[in-house]
Antibody
Framework: EVQLLESGGGLVQPGGSLRLSCAAS????????MNWVRQAPGKGLEWVSF????????YYADSVKGRFTISRDNSKNTLYLQMNSLRTEDTAIYYC?????????????WGQGTLVTVSS | DIQLTQSPSLLSASVGDRVTITCRAS??????LAWYQQEPGKAPNLLIF???TLQSGVPSRFSGSGSGTEFTLTISSLQPEDFATYYC?????????FGGGTKVEIK
């Protein structure tokens, strides 16, 4: 059974940093691209970042480019999101999501999410 | 960036109704579109990808159609468990984008 378990969320002041983790199990992690998606309270979904299976290729939403860094450790089956220079508008539930296949970019499995609150 | 516009944003319907949600892309995206369902307090769930391919385990009352810039998600006979929010997502190019969502509520 595929499982994705996020951790690392919490309360942080504006300008602060936080690192999210997503522990994966139930599939060959090193074969699949991974994503982060966020959802502000009461709002819609916003794609944040993608990393390829090897970790060589990454993409970011303009809203986080230069502040967030996606990475992965295939030996630990873990995905990361390093978030720096956090802003109040980064407050959201952050989900990790598995890319469906090498041919399709949609997401077939999602974690339960971790809440990040940026507030003074 | 490719923008997706969903309509309506809110849909009131009854059990057994046929409902249709539309998603329009700001430029052509071939069939590179997915639909997700999100229940309150839960993560989204993949319903359809490649515009019309039903994800394994998803009931056949859900169907998708369209290509280019206009897409639809249809629920042929609304069930109580279908009252949720639905999102389209374009997969044609990065940054990937989602539509604003359609909340299906009980009439």
């Amino acid at each position: 059974e595929v499982q994705l378990l996020e951790s690392g969320g919490g309360l942080v002041q504006p300008g602060g940093s936080l690192r999210l983790s997503c522990a994966a199990s139930g599939f060959t992690f090193s074969n699949y691209g991974m994503n982060w998606v966020r959802q502000a309270p009461g709002k819609g979904l916003e794609w944040v970042s993608f990393i390829s299976a090897s970790g060589v290729t990454t993409y970011y939403a303009d809203s986080v480019k230069g502040r967030f860094t996606i990475s992965r450790d295939n030996s630990k089956n873990t995905l990361y999101l390093q978030m720096n220079s956090l802003r109040t508008e980064d407050t959201a539930i952050y989900y990790c999501a598995k890319k469906y296949s090498s041919n399709w970019r949609n997401f077939d499995y999602w974690g339960q999410g971790t809440l990040v609150t940026v507030s003074s | 960036d490719i923008q997706l516009t969903q309509s309506p944003s809110l849909l009131s319907a009854s059990v057994g109704d046929r409902v249709t949600i539309t998603c329009r892309a700001s430029q052509g995206i071939s069939s590179d579109l997915a639909w997700y369902q999100q229940e309150p307090g839960k993560a989204p769930n993949l319903l359809i990808f490649a515009a019309s391919t039903l994800q394994s385990g998803v009931p056949s009352r859900f169907s998708g159609s369209g290509s280019g810039t206009e897409f639809t998600l249809t629920i042929s006979s609304l069930q109580p468990e279908d009252f949720a929010t639905y999102y389209c997502q374009q997969l044609n190019s990065y940054p990937l984008t989602f539509g604003g969502g359609t909340k299906v509520e009980i009439k």
